[in-house]
Nanobody, 120 residues
Framework: VQLQASGGGLVQPGGSLRLSCAAS????????MGWYRQAPGKQRELVAS???????NYADSVKGRFTISRDNAKNTEYLQMNSLKPEDTAVYYC???????????????WGQGTLVTVSS
């Protein structure tokens, strides 16, 4: 099982980006999915999460600007980021609680990270 994140890049303040994270491998089911970020010199922090039923949770700093969603048929989650600010600059990591086909328990998997730079 692995997660592949994509969609990062350089964007001007006020701009938008959409991150994607696709899970692949021998997947039986996926529970919660989420996005974290880590800025230089700072700890990794939760940005947003979404349950298998679609309930969402956001960090206060991104509420009203970011939207997390998922496509269960594609085992993929998304993070739509609007009104981006320079302080959103960070490496963004996706994660997911996944039960693989050969186990009865869930484990947490992480994507490789994608860099988002907000700068003029």
């Amino acid at each position: 099982v692995q997660l592949q994140a994509s969609g990062g890049g350089l964007v001007q303040p006020g701009g938008s980006l959409r991150l994607s994270c696709a899970a692949s491998g021998s997947i039986f089911s996926i529970n919660d999915m989420g996005w974290y970020r880590q800025a230089p010199g700072k700890q990794r922090e939760l940005v947003a999460s979404i349950t298998s039923g679609g309930s969402t949770n956001y960090a206060d700093s991104v509420k009203g600007r970011f939207t997390i969603s998922r496509d269960n048929a594609k085992n993929t989650e998304y993070l739509q980021m609007n009104s981006l600010k320079p302080e959103d600059t960070a490496v963004y990591y996706c994660n997911a609680r996944i039960r693989s086909s050969w186990t009865n328990s869930f484990a947490t998997y992480w994507g490789q990270g994608t860099l988002v730079t907000v700068s003029s």
